[in-house]
């Protein structure tokens, strides 16, 4: 088992044998990437089962069509940082997918658009104007490193606001007044 600690409270985050540390950092865009920077193009449906830390994913490639089906836990992290927590994933068959799907859920759907290191998110209705840049990194170095994206308006990695299990219980109206605080001006019916 390896041990990372964070600088901020000294707590370890482990790698265990099933879960791993999943560091990555999160920035504001002001509008999605020019298409010619785009290398690929995905649906994500993600269904976060109510009452649990348990997210059902639905992630069709748009290019090819092929369709990874997972669950996943996230066991976030206690302080900030580019430290996420622990993430744990569990590949399913399409019948596992659909009768796990049958449970009580909020529904996040998005399409994520790689334009490397990039993972770039833009959000469906009622997120729709929301769009969420993020890089994910193999150690703590290189995700201390990173560069903003020149393009970013504001990293958020450290605004909880700004992650799945969050958004998913956003009403427009309070995105629109989180995002203004940035500078990101959307209008109400967008």
């Known amino acids: 088992m390896t041990n990372k ?40 449906t993600d269904r976060y089962l109510a009452g649990t830390r348990l997210r059902l994913r639905r ?14 836990q996230k066991v ?22 659909d009768l796990l799907a049958s449970l009580p859920a909020a529904v996040l759907s998005k399409t994520r658009l790689s334009v490397p290191p990039l993972g770039i998110d833009i959000f469906e209705p009622p997120l729709h104007g929301l769009v969420l840049a993020e890089a994910e990194f193999a150690t703590d170095e290189a995700a201390r490193s990173f560069v903003r994206p020149h393009e970013a308006v504001a990293e958020v990695t450290d605004d909880t606001r700004f992650t799945g299990g969050s958004l998913i219980r956003v009403h427009r109206h309070d995105l629109l007044a989180w995002l203004a605080e940035y500078g990101i001006k959307l209008q109400q019916t967008e």
Do not use: M, W
Request: glycine fraction near 8%.
């Open 76 to 97: 976030p992290a206690d302080r900030p940082g580019h430290v996420q927590g622990l993430i744990t994933n569990t590949y399913l068959s399409p019948a596992e997918y």
């Open 59 to 72: 992630d069709e490639s748009l290019d090819s069509g092929t369709c990874v089906l997972k669950l996943t």
């Open 5 to 44: 600690t964070s600088a901020a409270s000294g707590d370890p985050v482990r790698d265990g044998k099933y879960a791993r540390v999943e560091r990555e950092r999160r920035f504001l865009l002001a509008g999605p990437p020019p298409s010619a920077a785009v290398t690929a193009r995905r649906r994500i």
